[in-house]
């Protein structure tokens, strides 16, 4: 047996995506132990730099030492007690996996469904939440990494709130590449991923919690059903005013690659991310729709970061996606759920959102698609988003 070297990708697919070199060259560094003094004081800062990047003032903001799933049911299974209501707006994948998370912990899931490629549609959710006035919580995703939709979650937190109601948000996808401020839109409970537009490792979920949140948590009737997940554990060890005590060994060089990336995420600016996955989007867009490839979802509900298109008549989309890793070195993603077969997901997220990889990945599909005597217009993909970029 010999050493593993992986082969350098460009990875423009639904996550994981490329990772800045300053966090992989983070993550090398010596490790230091799990209460280290010189942890702690790093642990400080990852805390800090999450409050800028959710947008929030809430004291209950730390990662989960695992990935966006597990900061899912960390959201889940501290909010929900057997019995509990909650009204589920589902638009794709992730949608039925909070379906899931709701009835693994006892509570029941009142759907709301969209079609795919739709964003979760407010008048629906208010209907629901009016039929069912006992309902304690609205959960939906921001971002449905599934189809590419964007849907408004500050009215949705809005609605919930004039309903009594507690939100659980998924911002795996949407942190750091679409605009989102929990404490402005009222924001109960958030989690996200670090390996879509955080340019960071995957593995590690950022969470946040309000007040209101934890209220609710406290007044518990039951236990919270996982013991590594429950979150008044887990601020023994993430919480800042009394001393920190072990509850798990963080992955102590992990966080050390979370907190470059969220350097490199404050130091651009939430606004200057947030503008350059629209640019690249739009160049992206201008390359795919010369070419003849249709977006699955609406301009106006379209993420820059996940960019959903259908494929072309009598095209093997497998056989394009292997010519793209084999010959370029390019990963792009197939279709999930009931879009399998149907779309090409290109995502354009963090450090992987640049004019470089759109170029690349634009002449790689062209040049492929009209080897395979494709339907497509040929030969003018580079050139449309070219000008989309003077034009910006
Ligand atoms: C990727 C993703 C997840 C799951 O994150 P993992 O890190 O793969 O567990 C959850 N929700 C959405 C919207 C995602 O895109």
Known sequence: MQSFHPPRRTLMGPGPSDIDPRVLAALSRDTVGHLDPKFIELMDQIKQLLHYAFQTENNMTFPVSAPGSAGMECTFVNLVEPGDKVVVAQNG??????????????????????????????????????????????????????????????TLCKLARDNDCLTIVDA??????????????????IYSGTQKCLSCVPGISPVSFSSRALEVVQKRKTKVQSWFLDISLLMNYWGGETKRTYHHTAPVNAMYALHESLVLLKNEGLERAWERHARNHNALKAGFEAMGLN??????????????????????????????????????????????????????MGYASNPKNVLLCLGAMDAILTGMNAPIQSGVAVGSARESYASA
């Open 93 to 154: 994948v992730f949608g039925g996996r909070m379906k899931e998370n709701v009835e693994r912990c006892g509570g029941v899931a009142v759907m709301v469904t969209d079609d795919w490629g739709s964003p979760v549609d407010p008048n629906k959710v208010e209907e629901a939440l009016k039929a069912n006035p006992d309902a304690k919580i609205l959960a939906f995703v921001h971002a449905e990494t599934s189809t590419g939709a964007i849907s408004d979650a500050e």
């Open 172 to 189: 795996v996808t949407s942190l750091g590449g679409s605009p989102l401020k929990v404490d402005d839109w009222g924001i109960d409970a």
């Open 295 to 348: 977006f699955v979802v609406d301009e106006a509900y379209r993420l820059p970061q996940l960019n959903a298109v259908s494929i072309p008549e009598g095209v093997d989309e497998a056989a394009v996606r292997g010519a793209l890793l084999n010959e370029y070195s390019l990963e792009i993603g197939a279709g999930l759920g009931a879009m399998a077969g149907k779309i090409w997901r290109v995502g354009l």
